[in-house]
């Protein structure tokens, strides 16, 4: 597997204002994945950080909404820009391994918009 | 694109019974079947996966089984204990693995009563 941090764990954010959330692996991998996933629900896929390139973006999310990095093979960062309180959800991150195409989680973060 | 159906939404069994939970998939493309474990405020955990070149997988008390011609995969955990309480999500890709676009079914809460 993949050893994934995620900061921060968890923010309070008033609306209006942006957060960015930042992936670390321990491991260099040729995906990187951000998802959303709402309070009891299940898991949404935003994008997928591309090295080297935009981000590829899933139906329903934007790049002005939530603009996406990836510098480097083992980092990403995911901001929520202008947020409302519907963006309240936990976002994670996630990665593929190259060798199985086993993906994994980062802990995620918990975002609460006031 | 791929919809992926889960059921059911709720299971409840005693502890040392079977549980089986079903996914159903709509893209005949679809050839990486994962399964992931999320426990109250944690992040998913991959459990068991798939693909479409085995029809079934075993790991100690928990097997997985895929049906290529009707379109579903399913998850068994035998001989359960508490500690398997969880929501436990089925996911498909449309890529086997190699792109990570993964689409997750809606869950399934798993109660083993002690």
């Known amino acids: 597997s993949a050893v994934i941090s995620q900061k921060p764990s968890r923010d309070i954010c008033q609306r209006g204002t942006s957060l960015t959330i930042q992936c670390q692996v321990d491991?260099?991998?040729?995906?990187m994945f951000w998802y959303r996933q709402q309070p009891g629900q299940s898991l949404t896929l935003i994008a997928t950080?591309?090295?080297?390139?935009?981000?590829?973006?899933e139906s329903g999310f934007v790049i002005d909404k939530f603009p996406i990095s990836r510098p480097n093979l083992t980092f990403s960062t995911l901001t929520v820009s202008n947020m409302s309180p519907e963006d309240s959800s936990i976002y994670l991150c996630?990665?593929?391994?190259?060798?199985?195409?086993?993906?994994?989680f980062g802990p995620g973060t918990r975002l609460t918009v006031t | 694109g791929e919809n992926v159906e889960q059921h059911p939404s709720t299971l409840s069994v005693q502890e040392g019974d079977s549980a089986v939970i079903k996914c159903t998939y709509s893209?005949?493309?679809?050839?990486?079947f994962p399964w992931y474990k999320q426990e109250l405020g944690k992040r998913p955990q991959l459990i068991i996966d798939?693909?479409?070149?085995?029809g079934e997988k075993k790991d100690q008390r928990i097997a997985v089984t895929l049906n290529k011609t009707a379109k579903h995969f399913s998850l068994h955990i035998t001989e359960t204990q508490p500690e398997d309480s969880a929501v436990y999500f089925c996911?498909?890709?449309?890529?086997?693995?190699?792109?990570?676009?993964?689409?997750f079914g809606k869950g399934t809460k798993l109660s083993v009563k002690p």
């Open positions: 996630s990665v593929e391994l190259r060798e199985s195409y086993e993906q994994y």
């Open positions: 491991s260099q991998v040729t995906m």
């Open positions: 950080a591309n090295q080297g390139s935009e981000a590829t973006y």
């Open positions: 893209d005949s493309a679809s050839n990486y």
């Open positions: 798939i693909r479409s070149n085995v």
């Open positions: 996911a498909a890709s449309t890529e086997g693995g190699s792109q990570g676009n993964l689409i």
